[in-house]
């Protein structure tokens, strides 16, 4: 009886113990091949070697980058502004307060360019004087001098729009002047008054 049940527990551990070789070499085996292939699923229900997964968030701020020089500004410097007024102010002035323009010129303060062109020509000046003799009135002849006021203007500004080049051929009289014509289409507005300026035209006047 008692070898019986020896015998009996002699072949149950000798099945243990062949049971474990097995699981061992099955082991090693799913090792081996492991290499190779992709491990089975005991073993990697056993053995499971990956790491977690983890959620890759964006950054709140973009990374700093090192400002920019700002690109260089033309500055262009505006031209100084020139006070006319008070140019104007500081030339010789004739009877009534009017700018003086003929001894402006003699005394060298201003020197007329020949035109708003830089490519005009200077035109010379012609010294030439005009008489103007009423008449019925001799006595208030009137003289024009070409010189000063070809220094200024060209002889295009006057002839023949405003005065014929033919002497006697414009009806000139103190009446049309006085309305802004011949003589006056300057004079009263930015050369000396009419009214005022007798005896720089009639030169028998008393001054």
């Known amino acids: 009886m008692r070898s019986s049940r020896r015998a009996a527990l002699r072949f149950a551990s000798r099945l243990v113990r062949l049971g474990c070789i097995i699981a061992a070499a099955s082991y090693a085996g ?4 492991s290499g190779c292939t992709s ?3 005991v073993v990697l ?3 499971d070697t990956t790491p977690p997964k983890h959620r890759v968030h964006s950054p709140r701020r973009p990374p700093y980058e090192t400002p920019k020089p700002p690109p260089p500004v033309d ?4 031209a100084p502004q020139i006070d006319w007024a008070a140019l104007l102010d500081q030339l010789p002035k004739e009877a009534a307060g009017g700018t003086d323009w003929v001894r402006a010129l003699n005394e060298g303060l201003i020197k007329p360019k020949p035109g708003l062109d830089a490519s005009a020509e200077d035109q010379p000046a012609l010294d030439l004087d005009v008489e103007l003799v009423p008449r019925d009135a001799p006595d208030f002849k009137a003289t024009y001098p070409h010189k000063p006021h ?3 203007l060209a002889c295009a500004n006057c002839h023949p729009a405003i005065f014929q080049m033919e002497k006697g051929a414009d009806p000139i009289t103190m009446e049309k002047i ?5 003589c006056g289409r300057c004079h009263g507005k930015v050369a000396f008054d009419v009214a005022t300026g007798c005896p720089r035209c009639h030169l028998a ?3």
């Open 30 to 33: 799913a090792l081996l091949l």
């Open 39 to 41: 491990p089975p699923p």
């Open 45 to 47: 229900a056993l053995f």
């Open 75 to 78: 500055v262009q410097e505006e």
């Open 150 to 152: 070809t220094q200024i």
């Open 178 to 182: 006085f309305a802004g014509e011949y």
């Open 205 to 207: 006047m008393p001054r």
